[in-house]
């Protein structure tokens, strides 16, 4: 067997700007993404609720995470499960009351879990009371709430941008002979943020909620919300169109008049005394220009722009590295990286990277540096779930459809116990509970060596080690390129994390770097014993955590 050499030639890609100073929140929280259909239903529809969020926060706070983000729970006729909200400041009842969030917001600040909440600013639903209004006349003072343009001359659509969710960008509406611009859904218009009503409108619902005491906002489609005036076609020879669906949207994304808009969010949130924080779901072309949506050197616009493009890498040492390398680099001075590998449009950690590696992906989420957002099951190792086209919820045919089911298969109901329904539901749930490779969380919690109590120790671990959860970061060379390994490191404490992205063992040499190894955690959930500094063992994909020196 060979002996792989670990070396460190590099300098840190990071290192702690105030290494004694106290961080805010959120520069060292673990985020955890409750899609609160599939969570847990207490009244027995069948479909998730606060309650139920609520009812389990005990389990989350057992987990360690800091934040819960809770996808919408707005009035919504659901033709996108609540992202075409029809009231911003009222909860849809399928989700509950008033009076339960209030409750759940109450208990997660008792148990020390701060809520961040969606907030989707780009479009609202068809039957938002200011949709109504606006479609009902050229003349009604909501009108330019919306985007209304004339057709062409030949009738054909104002352009030719197309929908994310697929088909024109435009529908003609019969009532005034005029087309409505909807980035996605026909039923999701989008909002006029260049009207100044529409846009004070918008800033009250932010207060609405701060007033109430969320710890802040993931902001929804953020990128996009401010488009080119003129609404230029896009010519179908033109290279944008190729390469992916921002790229072709060019005129609608990352426009220089968002950056203002984002800035007075940032005010409003920062006006409050509980740090709120600002959360974006930031598509971008490259990890440089995802750096705008923080404000760059100023760092006054998004706190946490959302890093979206690594769950879009292969699983693969060499690939996430460097991808990781290249981020770290592009960040601004003084910006806290955000680590996302799936969530409710991507799909589950378990079913993209394989079953041997999806605890590997959590040792990967939690250990590198920057804010982990988990998505609920991954710690568990939920697979993406069987959907038969009957059963099929999700009206999603997009571009990026990865297995042509739509997003339903990473949205299924939470697995709680062995209960019919896995213990989230009493009927049939709105989507199946999926039944292969079934576990749950009543099982794992029995069991020392599940990936649940991988997780937990893992997340003990990183809060308990200033070197995990605020230390700096250093990739390291090896000899061999199925492994990835980097170091943490915090006043003097070095944590080493060694991923094995293969079926093959070996033993590696950390002679050049350390004369003393402390085991912490291997993703066996075993103890395994290593003679001297240089013959640590690794097996076929596992991951480890030691403690250096
Ligand atoms: O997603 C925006 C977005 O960019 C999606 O089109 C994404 O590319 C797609 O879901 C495929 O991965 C946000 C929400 O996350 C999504 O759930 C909503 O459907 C969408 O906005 C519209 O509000
Ligand atoms: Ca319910």
Redesign the pocket.
């Known amino acids: 067997m060979t002996s792989v050499q670990l070396a460190s030639n590099t300098q840190p890609l990071y290192s702690p700007i105030s290494p004694n100073g106290q961080l805010p929140w959120w520069h060292h929280a673990i985020i955890y993404q409750i899609y609160p259909r599939s969570f847990q239903d207490t009244n027995g529809d069948g479909v998730g609720d606060l309650r139920g969020i609520q009812q389990r926060l005990p389990y989350l706070q057992a987990l360690g995470i800091d934040a819960i983000w809770i996808?919408p729970f707005y009035r919504s006729p659901m033709a996108?499960f609540g992202?075409d909200v029809s009231d911003y400041c009222d909860i849809d009842p399928i989700f509950g009351t008033m009076a339960d969030f209030d409750a759940m917001l109450a208990t997660a600040h008792e148990l020390g879990i701060r809520v961040v909440v969606d907030f989707?600013p780009?479009?609202s639903s068809d039957q938002h009371p200011w949709f109504i209004e606006s479609r009902s006349s050229r003349d009604n003072p909501k009108r330019d709430w919306y985007i209304w343009r004339d057709g062409k001359d030949d009738g054909q659509p104002p352009n030719n941008w197309e929908a994310?969710?697929h088909g024109s960008a435009w529908t003609l509406d019969p009532t005034t002979d005029q087309y409505y611009l909807h980035l996605?859904l026909d039923e999701?218009p989008d909002l006029n943020w260049r009207n100044p009503e529409l846009a004070q409108a918008m800033k009250q619902v932010l207060h609405f909620w701060l007033q109430k005491g969320v710890d802040g906002f993931r902001l929804?489609?953020i990128t996009t919300m401010m488009k080119a005036p003129d609404f230029p076609d896009m010519p179908p020879d033109d290279p944008r169109f190729q390469g992916g669906?921002l790229l072709r949207l060019v005129d609608v994304h990352n426009y220089p008049d968002l950056h203002p808009i984002l800035r007075e969010f940032r005010q409003i949130v920062d006006s409050y005394p509980n740090q709120p924080i600002l959360v974006g779901?930031t598509?971008c072309a490259d990890f440089n220009e995802l750096m705008d949506f923080g404000g760059r050197e100023a760092l006054d616009e998004i706190h946490l722009p959302m890093n979206l493009k690594t769950p879009w890498f292969a699983w693969d040492a060499h690939v996430l590295k460097q991808a990781f390398t290249d981020y770290y680099t592009a960040l601004s001075k003084g910006a806290v990286p955000s680590l996302v590998l799936g969530?409710?449009?991507?799909g589950r950690l378990a079913s993209r990277y394989g079953v041997e590696h999806h605890r590997n992906a959590n040792m990967l989420l939690l250990t590198l540096w920057g804010v982990p957002t988990m998505y609920y099951g991954d710690e568990l190792g939920m697979l993406d779930g069987l959907i038969l086209p009957e059963q099929r919820q999700d009206p999603?045919v997009?571009h990026?459809?990865y297995h042509g089911l739509g997003?339903d298969p990473g949205r299924t109901p939470m697995q709680w116990d062995a209960t019919a329904y896995a213990g989230f539901s009493t009927v049939e749930p709105w989507l199946p509970v999926q039944t292969t490779f079934l576990s749950n969380v009543a099982e794992q919690e029995q069991d020392p060596s599940s990936t649940l109590n991988f997780c937990k120790r893992l997340i003990e671990l990183r809060r308990s080690s200033p070197a995990l959860h605020r230390g700096s970061i250093q990739f390291l060379e090896t000899t061999e390129p199925s492994l990835l390994a980097y170091q943490r490191e915090f006043e003097g404490i070095r944590n080493l994390i060694i991923i094995n992205f293969a079926d093959t063992s070996c033993t590696l040499d950390l002679s050049n770097m350390t004369d003393r190894v402390e085991f912490w955690l291997s993703s066996r959930m075993d103890v395994p014993t290593f003679d001297t500094v240089s013959s640590i063992f690794i097996r076929p994909y596992e991951s480890l955590l030691l403690k250096l020196g």
């Open positions: 996808t996108d992202y989707v780009n479009h994310f969710f996605f999701q929804d489609a669906l779901e598509g969530n409710h449009d991507q999603f997009g990026d459809d997003r």
